[in-house]
């Protein structure tokens, strides 16, 4: 749990400071180690990256939504000035990997979840501008926006990572191709 959660801060932070300097590949590169590194130690690394991948789309799409609308601006790594920037998209990925794992025990206090997305989130992206990743033309509208973002992400997150969870020890389906028995990898 101890390796995970600081991986996660490691990509948190090469995230930020690479968009906030200009080298949004930077952050990118170290999440996708971080990625990799959790994936190796997956029990079933498919279901895991399935999670990871979702994380990702998902939060683009939301951060896009957030962007266009004005609420964030950010330095670097954007296609589109409508549109997060990749290095965000990598964060969200970078996050899914403590849902099984940091998180886990918040899978069933899905309102404790919500309550902490409110809270965490908008925390998240204030610290964020402080380095310099981002900016909020109107600071408290922005804010709350991501706020309401992440009471509704945290839980959905959970639940998801809740039915793919690749970090369990469990009795494989047929419904995943070319495996059977109990999965597990030696410790």
């Not at 954007?78 to 849902?99: G, K, N, R, S, V």
Request: with cysteine.
């Amino acid at each position: 749990m101890l390796l995970n959660l600081i991986a996660f801060q490691i990509g948190w932070f090469a995230c930020v400071l690479g968009g906030a300097r200009g080298w949004p590949w930077l952050g990118v590169l170290i999440t996708a180690a971080a990625i990799a590194l959790h994936l190796y130690r997956a029990v079933r690394p498919r279901v895991e990256a399935l999670l990871i991948g979702l994380s990702g789309l998902l939060g683009f799409i939301a951060d896009s939504l957030l962007t266009g609308m004005g609420l964030l601006r950010f330095p670097s790594g954007q296609f589109h000035l409508a549109l997060a920037p990749y290095w965000m998209a990598a964060m969200w990925m970078l996050f899914a990997t403590t849902l099984n794992v940091t998180l886990d025990w918040l899978k069933p206090r899905l309102g404790l979840a919500a309550l902490l997305g409110m809270i965490a989130g908008p925390l998240a992206y204030y610290g964020g501008a402080k380095l310099g990743g981002v900016s909020f033309e109107n600071p408290a509208a922005s804010l709350l926006a991501v706020a309401g973002v992440w009471t509704l992400a945290m839980p959905l997150l959970l639940v998801i990572a809740n039915r793919w969870n690749g970090m369990a020890e469990t009795t494989l389906t047929s419904a995943e191709p070319g495996t059977s028995g109990t999965a597990g990898r030696p410790g």
